[in-house]
């Protein structure tokens, strides 16, 4: 299992937690598969009210697809499939709410995760960065969640500033991405205090809200994403020539 979930039914609070340290928590196919399921399994679990998301290790909350993972694609030019358009609660019809525990580096896919939760708490060490431009990729779905979640001109920024820049949690707190910061290691327990306070509540009337709030955002990403494999198609460079990318840049980056 790439997953550990740990369920409170004392609480009504269960905890998701990304469990492949060793790979900084990128999600293969494997992982995609395991998080739709358990979104969609808690739709079911009455005892459960709210939930935390969160992943092992101090390096990295989530690094996005892993690298190594091959998804087929359709022949068709209209077509693309992306496993990790399925991987978030709103995905997957979930309306109680999820709370984003990150520490560590946020990047990349991680956004789709992020894009779908309440709100985010981040450790003081947390970075948030989108490396797509720099790899010769379109930042698509990514920017589309980040353009919901913060001013615009500071999605642009961290979209297209690729591996140059990574967003600090002070400054994606200031920016409205993230909701508080902590010390490192008190992010989890943060969001869990948050979590049972809403747990607490009368659960119809949290998870109505939820949607409420989400009907707000739901109607731009969906036109954002009818446009993203087209965009995509359009602008991304041959795989061939992106792995060439992977290993030629990086190095140093600005936090801000």
């Not at 990304?18 to 900084?24: E, V």
């Not at 508080?180 to 809403?198: K, Y």
């Not at 949290?206 to 954002?224: C, D, I, K, M």
């Amino acid at each position: 299992m790439t997953l550990e979930v740990v369920r409170d039914e004392k609480t009504g609070v269960a905890v998701v937690r990304l469990n492949r340290p060793h790979k900084l928590n990128a999600i293969d196919e494997e992982t995609a598969a395991e998080l739709s399921a358990v979104w969609r399994g808690f739709r079911y679990d009455d005892a459960i009210r709210a939930l935390v998301l969160t992943a092992s290790g101090e390096k990295a909350f989530c690094t996005g697809i892993d690298r190594a993972t091959e998804v087929p694609q359709p022949s068709s030019p209209y077509s693309l499939d992306d496993p990790l358009l399925t991987i978030g609660p709103k995905a997957n019809d979930l309306w109680k709410p999820v709370i984003a525990a990150v520490r560590g580096m946020a990047c990349g896919g991680a956004f789709y995760l992020l894009g779908e939760v309440e709100f985010v708490i981040a450790a003081e060490d947390a970075t948030f960065f989108d490396p797509h431009t720099t790899y010769g990729m379109v930042s698509a779905y990514e920017s589309a969640y980040l353009a919901t979640r913060m001013p615009p001109g500071e999605a642009a920024r961290l979209a297209l500033m690729g591996t140059a820049e990574r967003v600090s949690a002070r400054r994606a707190y200031e920016t409205g991405l993230v909701s508080e910061v902590t010390r490192p290691g008190d992010e989890v327990a943060a969001a869990r205090r948050c979590a049972e306070i809403l747990s607490s509540y009368p659960t119809d009337a949290v998870q109505g809200t939820v949607r409420a709030l989400w009907t707000t955002r739901s109607p731009t990403l969906t036109q954002s994403f009818a446009q993203a494999p087209h965009l995509i198609a359009l602008g991304n460079l041959p795989p061939g020539r992106q792995g060439e990318l992977f290993g030629g840049r990086g190095g140093e980056f600005r936090v801000r």
